[in-house]
Nanobody, 126 residues
Framework: VQLQACGGGLVQAGGPLRLSCAASGSISAYGMGWFRQAPGKEREFVAAITGNGGRTYYADSVKGRFTVSRDNAKNAVYLQMKSLKPEDTGVYYC?????????????????????WGQGTKVTVSS
């Protein structure tokens, strides 16, 4: 599965932004995660959604502000971000892992994922 994230850009603090992740094939069997990496920092978990979209999971830092969703018919996953803060700045990556049932309990860990997109840069100005 090849993944391509897009939708990043420059936005003022408090504003919204929507990221998209397009897959080259069917992703219905895959749990999908969003991660981000700020300059000089390690990649960190942001949000995840199970293969059928039935469960979602968020990092505490984005809970209530970000929403992850998916459209398996379009082979796409989305990250709707609102009330953005300067600390949300970073390169955002989407990733895919086979949803084996235990995916939800491993969704926040980078080694869980088999496929990664190239990343899209988000810059939030204060």
């Amino acid at each position: 599965v090849q993944l391509q994230a897009c939708g990043g850009g420059l936005v003022q603090a408090g504003g919204p932004l929507r990221l998209s992740c397009a897959a080259s094939g069917s992703i219905s069997a895959y749990g999908m995660g969003w991660f981000r990496q700020a300059p000089g920092k390690e990649r960190e978990f942001v949000a995840a959604i199970t293969g059928n979209g039935g469960r979602t999971y968020y990092a505490d830092s984005v809970k209530g502000r970000f929403t992850v969703s998916r459209d398996n018919a379009k082979n796409a996953v989305y990250l709707q971000m609102k009330s953005l803060k300067p600390e949300d700045t970073g390169v955002y990556y989407c990733a895919a892992a086979l949803d084996s049932g235990s995916y939800y309990y491993r969704a926040m860990f980078t080694p869980t994922y088999d496929y990664w997109g190239q990343g899209t840069k988000v810059t939030v100005s204060s």
